[in-house]
Nanobody
Framework: VQLQASGGGLVQPGGSLTLSCAAS????????MGWLRQAPEKEREFVGH????????DYADSVKGRFTISRDNAKNTVYLQMNNLGPEDTAVYYC??????????????WGQGTQVTVSS
């Protein structure tokens, strides 16, 4: 059971970045996939998640209208498209998977995190 997040980096304010999270097939199908982030000296916070079919997504208020989550079940990959980034978006971003039956906001599996830094 593995989640591998990638795509982080340094981006200027107002820029865009797309994160990817590749999952092992055994956990991807039928799992809710989420993105969370943790900024320095702050608690980890919810960014958004998508249902296993991708028909339902939800976002934190702080990213609504700027971030989009999508998934490609054929590739066992979930994406986080981030637009109009600001310094407040600087954080380590984690992807996570929640299996059916696990109560939100808990997640069963976590990726290793990828650093996103927004700075000029």
């Amino acid at each position: 059971v593995q989640l591998q997040a990638s795509g982080g980096g340094l981006v200027q304010p107002g820029g865009s970045l797309t994160l990817s999270c590749a999952a092992s097939a055994s956990i991807f199908n039928f799992y809710t996939m989420g993105w969370l982030r943790q900024a320095p000296e702050k608690e980890r916070e919810f960014v958004g998640h998508t249902s296993w079919r991708g028909t339902y997504t939800d976002y934190a208020d702080s990213v609504k209208g700027r971030f989009t989550i999508s998934r490609d079940n054929a590739k066992n990959t979930v994406y986080l498209q981030m637009n109009n980034l600001g310094p407040e978006d600087t954080a380590v971003y984690y992807c996570a998977a929640r299996k059916f039956g696990t109560q939100a906001p808990a997640y069963d599996y976590w990726g290793q995190g990828t650093q996103v830094t927004v700075s000029s």
